[in-house]
């Protein structure tokens, strides 16, 4: 009989830039990669039956997007600074966003090459509200492995 292996669960995720941990978030999305579609029209030369052929075009990695409650760290604000100022250069990192479980154990890693932050929000802020300030940060990147 096949063992069964349940889905992994994780307890929060932290973002590595160079190897040194950047802080804890409690949301991350658009991990992936996409391929565009080109359809191409092709006539078979016995029947002359024309049909359409699906072949790959460009890649693209998607963007990946990651919420944190505010915390003091300027990290994030200080890497986007560079983007604004026009230090690109100096803004292309490779980083790793690392799921963690209730013991803090690593359970899964994805590697991004050349990732700079595109965008950062900032809270909504509301003297009413109980719940925390989540700031947001968006990183693009030019490829992602998973690697456990």
């Not at 003091?72 to 604000?77: F, N």
């Not at 292309?92 to 690593?106: G, H, I, L, M, P």
Request: charge should be negative.
């Amino acid at each position: 009989m096949a063992s069964r292996e349940d889905p992994l669960v994780a307890f929060k995720f932290g973002l590595e830039i160079e190897g040194k941990l950047s802080g804890f978030f409690t949301q991350v999305g658009g991990i992936g990669s996409e391929t565009e579609v080109i359809q191409q029209k092709v006539v078979n030369s016995a029947t002359g039956e024309t049909i359409i052929q699906q072949i790959p075009g460009r890649l693209t990695w998607t963007p990946v997007t990651l919420k944190r409650g505010v915390t003091s760290s300027m990290d994030i604000w200080e890497w986007r600074q560079q983007v604004v100022e026009g230090k690109i250069e100096g803004a292309r990192t490779n980083c790793s966003v690392v799921a963690y479980n209730q013991e803090s154990k690593e359970i899964a890693r994805w590697n991004f090459e050349n990732a700079w932050p595109s965008k950062v929000t900032g809270p909504e802020m509301d003297s009413g509200s109980t719940n925390y300030m989540i700031e947001d940060v968006t990183i693009v990147h030019e490829g992602v492995t998973r690697v456990s």
